[in-house]
């Protein structure tokens, strides 16, 4: 751990960055037996199974190199590292969808996809093609299960989808995780939106770009949830 | 005089058809005679020859009955066709059919939070037709006949068919498969390999109008006339030798326009046809006399020995023998009725929208080539002939599924896919990372719903020992498909392999052939839009 320069050389001298303030720091929330242990985080700082400064070697899910974090000017920021699985952020306010997003809820992983349903039904020979009742609506939710297999596809019948443990529109009874009512999916013609419903576990959405951390944001990488504490 | 235009054979005036080979003389007056409806097929003039029609109708006057029978003349069977007409008899629910036409309406047909409404298709097992005329022997005194036909109505029928569709029961009875009918239609024996002639059915007849109004099922009413059934057994099994049978006979009559056979009459096969007998039996006598001259195809009373028009001697030992499996495809309505029957002929015998009987080019949910029957020793049976649409067959029993077999639930086309051929859509990388995701919990397979060729629509997971799929209950449910029963099917898994069964639905469960598919009595068929019932006589 570097600490800060220090600011004049007439101050009292600290023993290293032990004593430094704490500007940032991720606490582990629920991973692999490592629950509490805190990340100071003091300047630019990489996460991964085998590189960086933030490492968890028994969980498959992270990349070698799987994220990147920096300290700049008081704020702190995360960016995919190119990681296979992404990093994933708790919503605090409604977000965009574009299609083939993923998103968090419970321990499902959801993908949005938009999809031509009204595709041709006649073949090339002129016979029709006998199949299930079109849909109306022209998107869908898809689960990705471990190991990257598509899972439950539901299609759309309106405009949202509510997703959660039960009655809603796609319900995942099994999973511990997940509230009764967890988040809704809303697709309009300005794209479509996650929103999350007051669930007691959160909606994560996958970072797209470099973006900033407030103090209280949720991460997933890989298995791990980390809380971002800024002082 | 009247020369028959057909055999050339002179007939006293008043004759309606020709004595020598039945063609109906009265046309030549200028009358043509109704249309036959293909579907009504109930041979109900036939025991009048020895004791008359008893029946809540009126009997027509020119009927040569001694009896003092209520006379009138709005007998429906006046009509020259041994056909009867529609049987006043309530309507019965249920059979098959699809129809896009009108959305679903619970209101309608179904009882709420019941069984879904009947898109229903008749029991696998053929019904039990009971015409008793048929079975009716021969009188041998007007009064017999007429107190043997004292029954209300000249025919009772006990179909299965009018079953009626109450909530929760699977449908209708099993019953043992009828007596098998001796001649195929008209069509005792075709030579191997001559296709079907193209049956000029009527299309006002069927009901499928809008190539799209068949996409989804359709709620149907059977009409307990659907007697189109193969007759009983009886004196039909003296039909012509195959040798004389070679279609020719059947120029002059529209096959599929014409009651099935095998309604003939003992006692009427063996009067002489035209003289004694009402007019308007003589075309059941022509039929039921299927002794025809090898030479000119008329028709040779029993116990002549010589054709009585052209003086060809009558061999009546040349009876066929085929040891090849006689079947044909009996079309079900969109009404539920049942309709023409297609014999298929010994061999194989391509069908689709460019091949075959017109019913299937009518149909544009058939590829040109769609489908093989294949006739042989003992054994009938399909090969789909990479059609889009395939060909379907109502489960009976559990069935094994494989991977991307294909099966319709109500109006659904489902496609089972083997988690383990399942491809994944994030690809691992290579440095020993993992895909992350949703947990599988023993996820061993998935329901993908069909919405063209190749799009996918909604999928289901299978997890657990067995899935069940029905409208209102199950683990994968359709609420809002109305042809869906309330616990329709089973998917299911045991050590590793994988199975479909239905579970008594009222609509059934329908699994694509592959392959080789062999075909047994009763088996339902669906064919692009069309089910088909298969009847092997």
Redesign the interface.
């Known amino acids: 751990m570097q600490g800060t320069a220090p600011r004049t050389a007439l101050q009292t001298a600290f023993f290293g960055a032990v004593q430094a303030e704490a500007r940032a720091r991720l606490v582990l929330i629920r991973g692999e037996g490592l629950d509490g242990i805190s990340f100071q985080l003091t300047g630019r700082h990489v996460a991964g199974r085998s590189t960086g400064s933030i490492l968890f070697p028994d969980d498959a899910y992270l990349s070698p190199r799987h994220a990147d974090f920096s300290l700049e000017d008081g704020r702190l920021y995360v960016q995919d590292a190119g990681s296979l699985n992404g990093v994933y952020t708790r919503l605090r306010e409604p977000a965009r969808l574009e299609d083939g997003d993923v998103f968090l809820a419970g321990e499902e992983l959801l993908r949005l996809q938009l999809a031509d349903f009204g595709g041709s039904l006649v073949a090339e020979d002129g016979t029709h093609f006998f199949a299930s009742p079109m849909p109306a609506h022209p998107w869908r939710v898809t689960q990705v299960l471990e190991g990257g297999r598509p899972g439950l596809c539901v299609v759309a019948q309106g405009r949202s989808l509510v997703i959660g443990r039960e009655r809603c529109d796609i319900d995942f009874p099994q999973d511990r995780f997940i509230s009764g009512r967890h988040c809704r999916v809303d697709f309009g013609p300005g794209g479509a939106l996650v929103t999350d419903l007051g669930s007691r576990n959160g909606t994560f959405v996958r970072v797209r770009e470099r973006r900033p951390l407030v103090h209280g944001d949720y991460l997933f990488v890989g298995r791990q949830l980390l809380r971002v504490e800024l002082s | 005089m009247i020369i028959c235009p057909h055999c050339a054979r002179d007939n006293e005036d008043h004759y309606k058809f020709c004595l020598g080979c039945g063609t109906e003389l009265s046309k030549l007056a200028g009358a043509p005679p109704p249309p036959a409806r293909p579907s009504v097929v109930v041979a109900r003039a036939v025991p009048m020859p020895t004791g008359g029609v008893r029946s809540p109708q009126p009997v027509a006057t020119a009927l040569p009955v001694a009896a003092p029978l209520p006379v009138a003349t709005a007998l429906p069977v006046a009509t020259p066709l041994p056909v009867a007409t529609a049987l006043p008899v309530a309507p019965a629910r249920v059979v098959v059919g699809f129809d896009d036409a009108q959305p679903f309406d619970p209101t309608v047909d179904s009882v709420p939070g019941a069984e879904p409404p009947a898109f229903d298709v008749p029991p696998l097992s053929p019904p039990a037709f009971e015409v008793s005329v048929m079975e009716a022997p021969a009188f041998d005194t007007p009064e017999a006949g007429v107190a043997a036909l004292a029954e209300p109505a000249g025919i009772s029928i006990a179909s299965p068919l009018v079953v009626p569709t109450t909530p929760g029961l699977p449908p209708a009875s099993r019953e043992p498969p009828p007596p098998a009918e001796a001649p195929m239609g008209r069509k005792p024996s075709e030579p191997p390999g001559v296709p079907l002639d193209p049956p000029t059915v009527p299309p006002a007849g069927r009901a499928f109008e809008d190539?799209?109004a068949?996409?989804?099922p359709r709620v149907i009413q059977v009409s307990p006339e659907a007697a189109d059934e193969p007759p009983t057994d009886g004196p039909q099994r003296e039909e012509p030798p195959t040798d004389q049978a070679q279609g020719v006979d059947l120029e002059d009559i529209p096959l599929p326009t014409r009651p099935p056979l095998g309604r003939a009459e003992a006692t009427v096969v063996g009067e002489e046809p035209g003289f004694d007998l009402h007019p308007s039996l003589v075309s059941v006598v022509r039929e039921a006399a299927s002794r025809r001259c090898p030479a000119c195809k008329s028709a040779v009373p029993e116990g002549f020995k010589f054709c009585g028009v052209c003086g060809s001697r009558y061999e009546p030992a040349a009876i066929s023998t085929s040891p090849v499996l006689r079947a044909r495809l009996v079309l079900i309505h969109p009404d539920g009725r049942e309709g023409d029957a297609f014999d298929l002929p010994a061999g194989e015998c391509v069908v689709g929208?460019d091949v075959g009987p017109t019913v299937f080019a009518e149909d544009?949910?058939?590829?040109?080539r769609h489908a093989t029957f294949s006739s042989g020793p003992g054994r009938l049976s399909v090969r789909d002939e990479g059609?889009?649409?395939g060909v379907f067959l109502r489960l009976r029993d559990e069935i094994e599924l494989m991977h991307r077999d294909l099966f319709r639930v109500g109006?659904?086309?489902?496609r089972f896919e083997d988690?383990r051929h399942?491809?994944?859509?994030?690809?691992?990388?290579n440095?020993?990372?993992?895909?992350?995701?949703?947990?599988?919990?023993g996820?061993w397979g998935?329901l993908?719903?069909?919405?063209?060729?190749e799009?996918?629509?909604?999928?289901?997971?299978l997890?657990g020992p067995q899935v069940s799929i029905g409208r209102e209950r199950g683990d994968i449910k359709f609420p809002q498909?109305g042809f869906v029963s309330g616990a329709h099917c089973i998917v299911s898994t045991r050590q590793g392999r994988f199975f479909l069964s239905d579970q008594g639905s009222t609509n059934g469960t329908y699994l694509r052939v592959k392959g080789e598919q062999t075909l047994n009595e009763g088996d339902l068929l669906l064919l692009?839009?069309q089910l088909f019932r298969v009847v092997i006589g």
């Not at chain 2, 109006?411 to 489902?414: K, N, P």
């Not at chain 2, 993908?448 to 060729?453: I, K, T």
Request: glycine share 6%; net charge positive.
């Open positions: 190539p799209f068949e996409v989804v929208r544009p949910f058939l590829s040109p059609s889009l649409n109006q659904q086309l489902l988690m399942v491809r994944p859509v994030v690809q691992p990388a440095d020993g990372t993992l895909v992350f995701g949703s947990p599988a919990r996820t998935r993908a719903a069909l919405v063209s060729v799009t996918v629509a909604h999928v289901w997971t997890v498909d692009g839009q």
